[in-house]
Structure formats: C-alpha cells, structure tokens
C-alpha cells in the first residue's frame, strides 16, 4: 500500500480515471437491464393503522431521523474539530439532506408503489451516494478536486434515474446506468482509501459503511426469500431500510468520532 501512495499525483488520478472509465464501457457493453414486472409487488405486504406495506413504509422514518441527526451534528459547535478545512462539511451537508429526502420518498413511494414514485425514490438516493463520494473525495484527493466535481456527480446521478424513467416511458425500461452510479462510489472509495493517507483517524468506518450498504442490497434482491425465513417477522425490503439507515448513521458516527491525524 505505501508503494501506491508513493505514486504521483498524476498517476493515482489517471488510476480513478482509468477505472471510471473501464466501468463505464463494460456497462455500455451490458444488454439493456430491465425492471421486472412484478417489482413493485413486495413480500410484506400487510396493512396496519390504515397504512400499506406497513413495515416497508414506516421503516423509512429511520432514514429522516439518521438524516437529521447528521444535519443537527454538522451545526453543532463539536463539529467544527473534525474538519481541517470547513468547506468539507459541505458535501456532508449535501448527504444527509439527502438522506431525509430519501425517507420521505421511499416512504410515500411505499403507499403506493409504482415507477413515478420510485423515479423520485431513486434520485435521492443518487444525490445521497454521489453526495457522499465528493466528501471522501474531498478529504482523499483534495478539497478543490472534491468541491468541483460535485456538481457532476449530482448531475450524473440524477440524470442516471432521468434515463430510466424515460427508458420506462419508451417500454424498454434500463438501469444499467443508475447500477454504474451505485458501484462507482462502492468501488472507487476503497481506491481512494488505497492511494492516498488519511488526514482523519477511523478509516475502518468507511469500510463499514460500504459493507452495510452492500448487505443492504444483498437483503433488497431477498426480499421473499428473508421474508419466509424469518416466518413473515421480517421482509428483505424492510431489512435493506434497517440496514441502510444503519450506513448512513454509520457516516454520522464515524464523523463524530474520528479525530485529525
């Protein structure tokens, strides 16, 4: 590892870009990556307190509650000793906006399932990952690089699941490109954890937060299959919320807990 962070500045960027773009061409070289019809038909589908999928709906009140403890910590005056440069608290901001946002979608998308609620589910959990990805960018490869590149990130991510709703309007649904901004930051964080040293303690809990958020869509692809393992306790969908809420809060944590090193 120090002989890759001996590397120059030059040659780790080519290394993000170079692996960028190799994902990018191996997701255009995919078939097209349709939605299955029966989607929207979740495992746990039982109604409580007049509410539809319940426990898939409520769930998600984990993800504003995360959210606003990360805004509230990132307001607080301890805040201010766990940022070299202040203007890194920026992208943080971003993320947790985003998480509350993904809350209340995933929330009203889970009343009524169907693909124009999702499109607005998707999109904030787009900003919240490429939101997430400028900060360790930010903290890694430097605040400017970080700061710059935001902006396309968030529109890359947004217009990811922009795609696909109009791939869905045309009848030939694809999200192959809303996948491409779910493994870009899953795959080259840990490559940015590799090339460049960390100016903050606690690394391991970003590596924490890539493998709850792993698990999360482990858990979302066994929806029926955890829902019957448990005996109906529990669905795949409602754990994937469990999870991923866990992740976010993980961000807020390590961020409270880590120190300058």
Not at 14 to 35: D, K, R, W
Not at 44 to 61: C, I, K
Not at 95 to 117: K, M, Q, T, W
Request: hydrophobic letters at 55%.
């Amino acid at each position: 590892m120090s002989a890759l962070r001996a590397m120059r500045p030059g040659a780790k960027v080519f290394g993000l870009l170079l692996t960028a773009a190799m994902l990018a061409v191996f997701t255009l070289m995919l078939p097209s990556i349709q939605q299955p019809l029966e989607y929207h038909r979740f495992a746990d589908q039982r109604t409580f307190l007049g509410l539809p999928n319940f426990f898939d709906t409520v769930s998600n009140t984990l993800f504003v509650l995360a959210g606003v403890a990360g805004l509230f910590f990132l307001r607080g005056s301890s805040a201010r000793h766990v940022f070299i440069e202040p203007r890194e608290s920026l992208p943080y901001s971003l993320f947790f906006v985003a998480i509350i946002l993904v809350g209340f979608a995933s929330g009203v998308y889970h009343l009524a399932p169907d693909n124009e609620r999702l499109a607005w589910d998707r999109a904030a959990i787009a900003l919240a990952l490429m939101a997430w990805f400028s900060a360790i960018l930010c903290e890694r490869a430097g605040l400017v690089v970080g700061l710059r590149i935001l902006p396309l990130l968030v529109v890359a991510g947004l217009g990811s699941v922009v795609y696909w709703g109009a791939s869905e309007a045309r009848g030939a649904g694809d999200l192959r490109f809303y996948g491409l901004m779910q493994c870009l930051p899953m795959l080259l964080i840990p490559l940015l954890l590799i090339l460049y040293p960390s100016r903050y303690s606690n690394d391991r809990d970003i590596v924490i937060v890539i493998g709850l958020y792993v698990l999360a869509l482990l858990f979302d692809v066994s929806d029926r299959l955890i829902f019957s393992l448990t005996g109906g306790l529990v669905s795949g969908h409602t754990a994937k919320h469990l999870v991923a809420a866990l992740a976010a809060y993980w961000i807020m944590r390590h961020l409270k807990h880590r120190r300058i090193v």
